[in-house]
């Protein structure tokens, strides 16, 4: 508990600073017209298991609704990390596109489904990755709930990027083009069942 509390005492400014941006009034986002654009910005503060690390990013993440039956949303993810790992320093840069498709199951549940593929620079490390995310959305007026498992795995990379992570967190509607979301995020490695570390995240999004 301590950690999870340092967590977000860690993110309260970017929190704080997203909503104030954001905020000219309640009613609910529409992300399902064809042709709308949005802008996310997310911040992540990832701490390793027993906080033997630490890690900071920023992930601006563009994206466009489509018409399709298939793909509902493209996106770009352009993020950007600095970690701190026993006094010792490096940068992280990951370049990806993510697709999702949107399953309704009721006035207010669905299941939304992405797919990710992308390419990472890690330290001396350069490698692909690709990831699957199932997740269960409810929504009560203008918050949304979401629990979502993530399947990552790496390729021509070490074992230690292939994950599982358990995503879980509100969405806040601020207006009719705006929301904000928090999740926290915890990654397991795939081969040892091991834990690997706990994120906390705020994202911001603007739709045009």
């Not at 350069?126 to 709930?145: D, H």
């Not at 993530?150 to 009719?176: M, N, T, Y």
């Not at 705006?178 to 834990?195: D, K, L």
């Amino acid at each position: 508990m301590t950690h999870l509390h340092s967590g977000w005492r860690a993110l309260a400014p970017a929190v704080a600073s997203l909503a104030l941006l954001l905020w000219p009034g309640i009613a609910p986002a529409d992300e399902n017209e064809p042709g709308k654009a949005k802008l996310g910005i997310e911040y992540e503060l990832e701490n390793g298991a027993r906080n033997a690390w630490q890690s900071r990013s920023l992930t601006l993440v563009p994206g466009i609704t489509l018409d399709n039956p298939w793909v509902h949303m493209v996106e770009a993810l352009i993020e950007g990390a600095h970690e701190h790992d026993s006094g010792e320093r490096s940068t992280e840069r990951k370049l990806a596109l993510r697709l999702r498709h949107n399953f309704t199951l009721g006035p207010d549940s669905r299941l939304v489904l992405r797919a990710l593929a992308g390419h990472a620079v890690q330290g001396d490390e350069k490698y692909f990755y690709w990831y699957a995310e199932p997740s269960f959305r409810y929504a009560l007026g203008p918050v949304e709930l979401m629990l979502g498992y993530r399947h990552q795995r790496a390729i021509e990379a070490g074992k230690g990027h292939d994950l599982h992570k358990l995503r879980l967190g509100p969405s806040f509607d601020l207006s009719e083009n705006a929301e904000i979301e928090f999740r926290w995020a915890r990654s397991w490695h795939m081969h040892t069942g091991a834990h690997v570390s706990d994120a906390y995240i705020v994202e911001g999004t603007w739709r045009f």
